[in-house]
């Protein structure tokens, strides 16, 4: 990097980017998802939320080692998780399929579900089954 750039709206000048490869280089252990977390955390790259901006920070890692200037460690496959099991509920069975207008259904109420409640066990279930 010769000069100041933009990259995933941060400006990063040689410096920078030279002292980003050296912290890097000091953790090698560090997954790309940690560096990505401790950069936020180092940089105080928050969003509106006070939450960290590491997806962002990951892209803007991965376009620098895009463009040369920089290394990132090599992906921890290993450490990825498979996929989830599907849930099962004992007592459900499929619905049967029909349809109806509207004004011969209801009437219909949409209602907050709870976290942790049974219906949000439900709510979780019928996401994962029709979504």
Do not use: T
Not at 100 to 108: F, I, M, R, S
């Amino acid at each position: 990097m010769e000069a100041q750039e933009r990259v995933q709206g941060r400006w990063l000048g040689p410096e920078e980017n030279l002292w980003l490869q050296a912290w890097i280089d000091e953790h090698p252990l560090w997954s790309r998802k940690r560096i990505a977390r401790e950069l936020c955390a180092h940089w105080q790259w928050l969003d509106r939320r006070g939450r960290i901006k590491d997806f962002a920070a990951r892209s803007f890692l991965l376009k620098l080692q895009a463009k040369g200037c920089l290394r990132l460690p090599p992906l921890q496959e290993h450490q990825r998780r498979g996929p989830r099991a599907k849930m099962v509920k004992a007592d459900w069975s499929p619905p049967l399929p029909w349809s109806a207008p509207l004004k011969e259904v209801g009437p219909v109420a949409v209602a907050p579900v709870e976290a942790g409640s049974a219906e949000a066990g439900w709510w979780a279930f019928y996401l994962e089954q029709f979504h």
